[in-house]
Structures are given as structure tokens and as C-alpha cells.
């Protein structure tokens, strides 16, 4: 065979096999990359402009085609702060001060401890031009120094004005701010905020400097993440970890919606179920401290439950909702608007309540003195009723008593029950006693097994009907003293020397 008859064929071949390729290959459509390589290959050399510059913007209807989040990163970053916090602790200088057998043939005193300091980072956010902050309180607390760091780096000192461990809130205040005018973010109605919610989460994860995360709002009035008074949390999926605590968690207007908190995980990074306290929450805590005065919240006068099933099946009621009351304080405020046991409340202010955090949470954002309007269902109507926020009632001096001197009770701080204080450590009206304030570290008080939250019932046979009869009976020195206390829910009867 020739060798131009070689080449014919393994033309032929070439040709064969290509088009088969393309007859059997499904059909696809150019890409625009590879579009634009093509007319690359056919088209003359011309000089080529510069692609002109794209002006990025939040989008603000359905059809937008592009989407960033960088104007309102830009505008809010600045508003986001580090927070650095300084503890000195007890170390001791050996690894066998806590053995059993070691302190028994060197003593105790051969293991001294030792003070040493630990840092802890978090986030913040300004909330006053001032320099007033706002985060979380487990970020700061038994801090000895506390400093925040600006987005442009300028480091501050600041002073601790609220510890509010009921909202897990802490607000912060420059020192000395001088001219500086700080960055303040405006704050959001959090109760507008729907599940499905655009949001940025901006803090200081794992000390890496600041970041943004986006998500969107997974859920809401979220319970049992924390143990604080008032759980009412905003659940994203915008990844916070540790050192977000006490960042900003923000919608696409650059407005403060929540501050994170918690995130649920079993390795200590981000999952993709994060928590933040919602920003009406935050605005009160964020207002008292502003003012300089304490935080004062409403008390409603009545225990409640969540209602169940079986509860909404006894009620009548179509579906579980809202709070069932079990309990109303003689002479407090639901009982003078008319409230009773066996009522529903189901709204406040036309906003639903599953549970009682959602409704202690509805009502704590409510100021002190506003007329509100409470959904209640009572044998099968629903009426609205009209309620005025009160503070509970002031304690005075003689509702407290401190032991001093050389009494078995000396380091004792208590105070006598009243309806309000029953509701806040979860006792029954009609308690009687002195609660447990605080036992000085140390004292013979300390020494004896006292702790906080006992609840002193009688000494020596005598009834503790107050903390002035207290006192004078503590204040005694006898040989023997016979006590009968409340612990945990469980009444104890003890005897311990003068």
C-alpha cells in the first residue's frame, strides 16, 4: 500500500470518528466563556477598554439580578467593637496541691497558690455616640479590666456601668472618650422580624478580627438555649462561634435586630444554629444603661404554665397556645386588672405568647407605666384587657438584715418573702421565712453549710416570720442552734453548736 493511500485512510478514520462523537454527544450550548473564546480565535486584534467600575447596592426588589452585602457592612462594621477582658485567678504553683496523699505528708501550706491572668475575647456593639457598648455579660464578667478595640484598631478602657445576668446583657462605657465620636448603630423592631429574614452576624470569631457571616432568621422566641430569666431568642443560621458573643446580628437596613449569644454545637464551631437576644431586649438593658440608672422591670403578680395537649383539649381550645395562669398574688397587678386562675392569656399587644418566657419577654419590653392590651380566654370567650406595667414593689431597710459579730450566723445577708420575690426564685405565695441573700466567703456563716437561697424557716422553734426577727434571733449567742430550712424544695432539720 502506498503511503498516500495510508493517509487517506487514517483520514477516513479521523473523520468517521469525530462524527460519530458529534452524532451521538448530546447538544450543548456554548458557554459564555467559551463563547467568547471562539470570537477571540475569529475576530481582528482590537485594543480592549477597562470594564468599567460596578456599583454594588443591597437589592431592593425581587427582580434584582445582583446581590451584595457590602453597603451594609460598610456602614455597620465600624459600629462593631472588640472586647477584651482581663480576670486574675487562683493557680496553684503545683499539679499535686489537690492530691489526697501528697497534702498529707507535705501539708497543705506546701501547695500555694498563686494569681494569674487570664484574657477572654468577645464582641460588642456601640450603641451611644459617647462610647457607650453593649454585650454580653459572660463575655466581661469578674472581669478586673476591660477594653474594647475599635474596626480601626484605637483601643479604649472601659468601665462596667450594668451586669444584667437575667438578659445575659452588659453595658460598657468609654473612660475617656474625649472628642471622639463613636460609630452608634441604630436599633431595630425586633418584633417585626419573620423566619426566612435576610441577616449578618459581625464579631470577632476565634480572635481572627472582625467578619462578617451571612444567614437568614431560622426561627423564633427560641427557649431552653441558656438559663436566664427572660429566653426568648432569634435563631440564624449565619455562622457565630466563640468570640461573637456580644456582636451584632444585623438586617439588610444595617439595623441591630439581636445580639448573638450562644450557638448550639457538639465540637465548639458553628453548626449553623446560632442564638442572639433580640434587639427590643437589648434596647431597654441598652437605655438604663445609657441614663446611668438601673433596669426595672415589670411584674405581672401570677405564676403561669405553658399550655399543653391536654390542657387545650380540657379548655376547649382547637390547638395549644398561649399561658395558662395557676396561680394569681393577692393584691398584685393581674389580680387588680381582673385576672384569676384557669385564664389564658394569649397576646400581648396583638403579639402571640406560647409559653411564659414568651410572655415575660413581651411584657420586660414593655416600659414601666404603659397601658397594654393582653389577649385572655376565659370559659371559652376571648376578651382583651387593658393592663398598666408596674414595677413590683420597692424593698426597704427593714425587709433586710445583715449578721455581724460573733454570732454562729455571722457573714449572713437575708431578706423576708414577699409575693414579688416568691415569683422570682419560683416559691408559693403564701412562703414563709427569710430567703438567703449572700454568705460573706469565709465566715462562720460560710463555715456552718449555709448557702444562698436557703430559705430559713424557724431557729430554735421560733418562726422567721421576718428579717428583723431574724436578726435578733441570730444575733443571740446559745449553746446549741436547732434549724429547719428550705433547700432546693426540701425542708431539712439540723443542729449545730453556738
Known amino acids: 500500500m502506498s503511503m498516500r493511500t495510508l493517509l487517506l485512510a487514517g483520514a477516513a478514520v479521523i473523520v468517521l470518528a469525530v462524527g460519530g462523537t458529534l452524532a451521538f454527544a448530546p447538544w450543548n450550548a456554548p458557554s459564555i466563556a467559551q463563547t467568547s473564546l471562539t470570537q477571540a480565535v475569529v475576530a481582528p486584534q482590537v485594543s480592549v477598554e477597562p470594564p468599567a467600575q460596578v456599583v454594588r447596592a443591597v437589592p431592593t426588589s425581587d427582580g434584582a439580578v445582583k446581590l451584595s452585602f457590602a453597603p451594609v457592612v460598610k456602614a455597620v462594621s465600624p459600629s ?14 503545683s499539679p499535686f496541691a489537690n492530691d489526697p496523699f501528697f497534702s498529707r505528708f507535705f501539708g497543705q501550706g506546701q501547695f500555694q497558690s498563686r ?15 459617647g462610647g457607650v457598648i453593649l454585650t454580653n455579660r459572660h463575655v466581661i464578667e469578674g472581669a478586673t479590666d476591660v477594653r474594647i478595640a475599635l ?6 478602657p472601659v468601665d462596667v456601668v450594668i451586669e444584667d445576668a437575667a438578659t445575659d446583657l452588659a453595658v460598657l462605657r468609654v473612660r475617656t472618650p474625649g472628642d471622639t465620636v463613636f460609630p452608634a448603630i441604630t436599633f431595630a423592631n425586633s418584633d417585626t422580624l419573620e423566619v426566612g429574614d435576610l441577616v449578618l452576624a ?11 457571616t451571612s444567614g437568614i432568621v431560622s426561627a423564633l422566641a427560641r427557649t431552653g438555649v441558656e438559663r436566664s430569666d427572660y429566653e426568648f431568642f432569634i435563631q440564624t443560621d449565619a455562622a457565630i462561634n466563640p468570640g461573637n458573643s456580644g456582636g451584632a446580628l444585623v438586617d439588610m437596613d444595617g439595623h441591630l435586630v439581636g445580639i448573638n449569644t450562644a450557638i448550639y454545637s457538639q465540637s465548639g464551631g458553628s453548626v449553623g444554629i446560632g442564638f442572639a437576644i433580640p434587639a427590643n431586649m437589648a434596647h431597654m438593658v441598652a ?68 409559653d411564659p418566657s414568651a410572655f415575660n419577654f413581651r411584657l420586660a419590653t414593655r416600659p414601666i407605666g404603659q397601658p397594654i392590651q393582653l389577649g385572655r380566654l376565659r370559659a371559652g370567650a376571648t376578651t382583651m384587657v387593658s393592663f398598666t406595667n408596674e414595677a413590683a414593689p420597692p424593698v426597704t431597710s427593714d ?28 416559691l408559693p405565695y403564701n412562703s414563709k421565712g427569710v430567703i438567703v441573700t449572700a454568705i460573706a466567703a469565709g465566715s462562720p456563716a460560710e463555715q456552718m453549710g449555709l448557702q444562698v437561697d436557703d430559705v430559713i424557716l424557724s431557729l430554735n422553734d421560733a418562726p422567721m416570720d421576718s428579717a428583723q426577727v431574724f436578726a435578733s434571733t441570730a444575733s443571740k449567742r446559745v449553746q446549741t442552734w436547732q434549724i429547719i430550712l428550705q433547700r432546693a424544695g426540701k425542708v431539712t432539720r439540723s443542729i449545730v453548736s453556738g
Open 80 to 93: 462593631v467593637v472588640n472586647v477584651y477582658a482581663t480576670r486574675i485567678e487562683q493557680q496553684s504553683s
Open 115 to 129: 494569681p494569674r491572668e487570664s484574657r477572654s475575647l468577645g464582641s460588642g456593639v456601640i450603641v451611644q455616640a
Open 151 to 156: 474596626s480601626d484598631g484605637r483601643e479604649f
Open 202 to 212: 459581625i464579631g470577632n470569631p476565634f480572635g481572627v478580627g472582625q467578619t462578617v
Open 287 to 354: 437605655d438604663a444603661g445609657i441614663s446611668g440608672g438601673e433596669i426595672v422591670r415589670p411584674w405581672f403578680g401570677a405564676k403561669l404554665q405553658a399550655v399543653n395537649a391536654d390542657i387545650a383539649a380540657s379548655l376547649g381550645m382547637a390547638a395549644p397556645h398561649g399561658t395558662l395562669i395557676t396561680e394569681v398574688a393577692p393584691d398584685g397587678p393581674a389580680a387588680r386588672a381582673g385576672f384569676a386562675s384557669g385564664d389564658v392569656i394569649l397576646s400581648v399587644d396583638d403579639l402571640a405568647v406560647d
Open 399 to 426: 425587709m433586710e438584715a445583715v449578721i455581724t459579730g460573733s454570732s454562729r450566723f455571722a457573714g449572713t445577708s437575708v431578706r423576708q418573702l414577699d409575693a414579688a420575690l416568691d415569683d422570682l426564685k419560683g
